[in-house]
């Protein structure tokens, strides 16, 4: 066979090679056999020597060009392997953007904290201030204050975790009121205000008590306030909380701080008032207490009691929160169901 048959032939079957090649790794071993310096075509350049003279630019002209021609070949089959792999690797990681976002888990607002967040506007709206006593109160701040001297048999009912002689986990949050009392300055105005937080009693556990319960305490000092401004006041609340179906009613009561006392009810979520164990059949649910600031409560706290006078109250807002949303057992307050919580998420605002 002559030279230029030989070299026609080498091109004819590296492009058969190029052509059979099923991927980038095979194409890789082709193009070594037939460029690399062991390849056919580089030892017939390297035998240029014993070629004639006259023929030695044409043999040189053809292996270059077939070298281009085979070149060209590998690198369009080259090119067709990564288009290949690209085109595989884009299908893999489709993204359907149609599809629905996965939703992150959203927490809920606890529902006492549904009605705190509510109350502490409503109150603010009306302009009282909302102040944050201490949840570790002293004796004398929680009682001696209040009108609750040592030895006050209406200490009992209210009996709690003592830390040492004078500081205790408070009871309720009135001392919230002895301690704004204390400081308010009444040449710039009537006071008005409301404290909320969490208490402890040594209560027992049932559908409607907890050792650990939240009150918010309001306060208003001025001259000229009457009764019917605290029955005014707390009927407001509580149809702003419960709507104007819901039956409330004042009773008579006793607390030392308040003179005369009452406490207010309304009427049971479960049975709407004819009676059963959650209202313990009386048709009705404890909400508040409240009353006419005692003289002596004014007096400790160094405000003229002839002059100055208002009205208290103490609601429990575990109550409000049990009234509002008809709940069955205080106790699912507090343990930490995700499920009992996430019934609230449509309460937000
Ligand atoms: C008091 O604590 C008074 N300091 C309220 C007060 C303030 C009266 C200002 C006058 C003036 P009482 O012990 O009744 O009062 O509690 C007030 C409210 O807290 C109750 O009406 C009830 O709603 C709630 N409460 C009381 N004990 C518990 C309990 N163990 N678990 C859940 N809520 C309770």
């Given at each position: 066979m002559d030279l230029f048959d030989r070299i026609n032939k080498l091109k004819e079957e590296g492009l058969d090679q190029i052509k059979q090649a099923e991927n980038q790794k095979m194409l890789d071993k082709i193009r070594v056999e037939l460029m690399g310096r062991k390849g056919e075509l580089t030892k017939i350049l390297h035998s240029m020597k014993d070629i004639t003279p006259e023929n030695r630019p044409k043999v040189g002209q053809e292996v270059n060009q077939v070298r281009d021609i085979l070149q060209k070949q590998l690198d369009e089959a080259k090119d067709h392997f990564l288009q290949a792999v690209i085109a595989k690797k884009l299908e893999e990681e489709k993204i359907d953007v149609t599809l629905p976002g996965r939703e992150g888990h959203l927490g809920s607002k606890h529902p006492i904290n549904i009605i705190l967040d509510d109350l502490e506007s409503y109150f603010i709206g009306m302009g009282y201030e909302v102040v944050q006593g201490p949840e570790i109160e002293t004796d004398h701040y929680c009682f001696e204050m209040m009108n609750l001297p040592k030895d006050h048999p209406a200490r009992d009912m209210q009996a709690t975790f003592y830390i040492d002689e004078e500081d205790l986990l408070r009871t309720?949050?009135?001392?919230?009121?002895?301690?704004?009392?204390?400081?308010?300055?009444?040449?710039?105005?009537?006071?008005?205000?409301?404290?909320?937080?969490?208490?402890?009693?040594?209560?027992?556990?049932?559908?409607?008590?907890?050792?650990?319960?939240?009150?918010?305490?309001?306060?208003?000092?001025?001259?000229?306030?009457?009764?019917?401004?605290?029955?005014?006041?707390?009927?407001?609340?509580?149809?702003?909380?419960?709507?104007?179906?819901?039956?409330?009613?004042?009773?008579?009561?006793?607390?030392?701080?308040?003179?005369?006392?009452?406490?207010?009810?309304?009427?049971?979520?479960?049975?709407?008032?004819?009676?059963?164990?959650?209202?313990?059949?009386?048709?009705?649910?404890?909400?508040?207490?409240?009353?006419?600031?005692?003289?002596?409560?004014?007096?400790?706290a160094g405000v003229d009691s002839t002059v100055y006078g208002g009205f208290a109250f103490g609601l429990g807002l575990d109550r409000f929160a049990i009234l509002k949303y008809g709940i069955s057992d205080i106790r699912d307050f507090y343990t930490n169901d995700v499920r009992f919580l996430e019934q609230f998420r449509k309460e937000e605002n």
């Open positions: 309720q949050t009135s001392g919230d009121q002895a301690r704004v009392l204390e400081k308010h300055d009444f040449s710039k105005g009537p006071l008005k205000m409301v404290g909320p937080g969490k208490v402890y009693r040594r209560d027992d556990d049932d559908a409607t008590h907890s050792h650990q319960f939240q009150q918010m305490e309001g306060l208003v000092v001025d001259k000229n306030v009457t009764m019917s401004d605290l029955k005014g006041t707390l009927e407001m609340i509580a149809k702003h909380v419960f709507g104007q179906d819901r039956k409330t009613r004042l009773r008579p009561s006793y607390f030392p701080f308040t003179e005369p006392s009452v406490e207010m009810d309304v009427s049971c979520f479960n049975c709407n008032g004819k009676g059963c164990p959650i209202c313990k059949y009386t048709g009705w649910i404890e909400v508040l207490g409240a009353g006419m600031v005692h003289p002596n409560v004014l007096e400790n």
